[in-house]
């Protein structure tokens, strides 16, 4: 028996299609033989399955369950949760992998699977070897087991453990995603007063988008932060392993504004360690990291690769602009937004100043939001080389760790590859408009070099 899957649903970080067109049971059968085969062959037996609240995951993980026993895997299911609580029954159970049904911020009708390999991320040719076993039927046979794990209230705890972080007024919203009953039950224990919205799990999302990092889907937090007179507010993405956050005032706090302030207890605790943040980061959060005492290290977008990264150089803290990250100080390593709620809260407590003073005084930058444009597959990372070469000819101060990110006397600005889609990504950041609209005609002056121009913004 072989299995062929739609090009499209086989990506870079994780396994992600439309249900009924690009992906379906059929593939997610195929999904767990080639899984379980490959951790057969690697020494392991027994992987953890959770899913998030979508209405087509108990399908999916039903034949994905089915493929992970044919091919001699036991399982252990979590049940309906956020990503980052598949991650730790990964990390705790007696398991040698894990897998999570989620199609993460994407629309409704979206589904996928995010994987744990043996404790690291299963990702890049992992991801194409899956396809690779699949097309040519080469399986691993038996009969595994299945079970269920209540991990639930364990996460809870483990969530709320060693928490010192004082009583705050908090909204939060879950935005009817997979979070909602970890949020539910989490607040019961912190003590202040909490406020929380559409906890109630439902893939239709029928109040707004569960993707936080997008201003439009943080209005119905806005409205109850104002309303109630609260501190802060908190949003999580729908399978809750990117958080979003809003000051007292409303103002968006970003992922590496959060970032460099999460960043203050872990360099108390651990002096000099090194902080990573990706190539779409402010210059604040790298300047602020430096100033706190600590390594800033400057990589590669991508949950993955930031992962792995953090791996190898021992960081116990790492961020996304996207809003995912990462703790490796007295946690597991992997992006937990709720983990990252509960820090915030502790980092605002330590800091002793309200988290609206704290944003208040971050120093003031005019900036793009990320801008992505269509470019043909072909073109992508060609152009990108073709910019790097001809900035590096005029002796620009360019980073190259991931596409183009150069330092003017302006600010700075970035134009990269996406790995995931067919676009281009470009970012600037100056002290004023004047400087930022330097910055953008730079931008342009190199796309227009390679025969290409920022066209209409390409949708995630």
């Known amino acids: 028996m072989t299995h062929r899957f739609d090009p499209t649903s086989l990506r870079e970080y994780d396994i992600r299609g439309i249900v009924g067109k690009t992906l379906g049971p059929a593939d997610a059968c195929a999904i767990g033989r080639s899984f379980a085969t490959l951790l057969r062959r690697a020494g392991g037996h027994r992987v953890a399955v959770g899913r998030d609240g979508r209405i087509s995951s108990p399908e999916l993980e039903a034949a994905l369950v089915e493929g992970l026993t044919a091919s001699g895997c036991d399982v252990v299911r979590t049940g309906m949760g956020p990503t980052p609580m598949l991650y730790y029954a990964e990390a705790i159970l007696e398991v040698d992998g894990g897998i999570q049904i989620t199609g993460s911020h994407n629309p409704g009708d979206y589904n996928g ?9 299963f990702f890049g040719q992992d991801i194409q070897e899956i396809g690779k076993l699949a097309a040519a039927g080469d399986w691993e046979e038996g009969e595994g087991s299945v079970s269920d794990a209540d991990i639930l209230d364990d996460y809870v705890g483990r969530l709320f453990a060693g928490y010192a972080g004082g009583s705050f007024r908090i ?11 970890v949020i539910e039950k989490l607040v019961e224990l912190l003590p202040g007063e909490h406020h929380t919205l559409f906890t109630d799990v439902d893939g239709n999302f029928p109040n707004h988008h569960p993707d936080p990092t997008e201003e439009k889907n943080l209005a119905d937090l806005r409205r109850l932060v104002a309303e109630k007179n609260l501190d802060f507010g908190l949003a999580f993405d729908g399978d809750g392993d990117r958080i979003g956050a809003i000051d007292g005032e409303g103002r968006v706090i970003w992922g590496d504004q959060l970032l460099s ?7 108390r605790k651990e002096p000099g360690a090194t902080i990573i943040a990706d190539v779409k980061a402010s210059q604040m959060l790298f300047d602020r990291v430096a100033e706190l005492g600590g390594q800033p290290l400057m990589w590669k977008t991508g949950h993955s690769l930031v992962k792995t990264k953090m791996k190898e150089t021992h960081a116990p803290l790492a961020g996304e602009m996207s809003g995912h990250i990462f703790f490796a100080q007295d946690y597991y390593g992997f992006d937990d937004a709720q983990y990252a709620a509960v820090q915030l809260i502790n980092a605002v407590h330590l800091i002793g100043k309200s988290l609206t003073e704290i944003r208040g005084n971050m120093p003031a930058f005019v900036n793009t939001p990320e801008m992505r444009f269509q470019v043909d597959e072909s073109r992508k990372f060609a152009v990108i080389d073709e910019v790097l070469a001809r900035l590096k000819a005029a002796g620009a101060d360019v980073n190259d760790t991931d596409g183009a990110r150069v330092n003017t006397p302006d600010g700075w600005w970035l134009l990269r590859a996406s790995n995931t889609q067919d676009v281009l990504v470009a970012r600037a950041e100056a002290r004023s408009q004047e400087a930022l609209d330097r910055l953008l005609a730079q931008i342009d002056a190199q796309l227009e070099a390679s025969g290409l121009k920022r066209g209409p913004q390409a949708a995630h």
């Not at 994987?115 to 991320?121: G, I, K, S, T």
């Not at 302030?261 to 360099?267: D, F, Q």
């Open 113 to 121: 699977f995010k994987m744990v390999f043996q404790h690291r991320p």
């Open 171 to 181: 909204g939060w919203d879950t935005g009817n995603g997979a979070a909602g009953p």
């Open 261 to 267: 302030i999460l960043a203050e207890p872990v360099l």
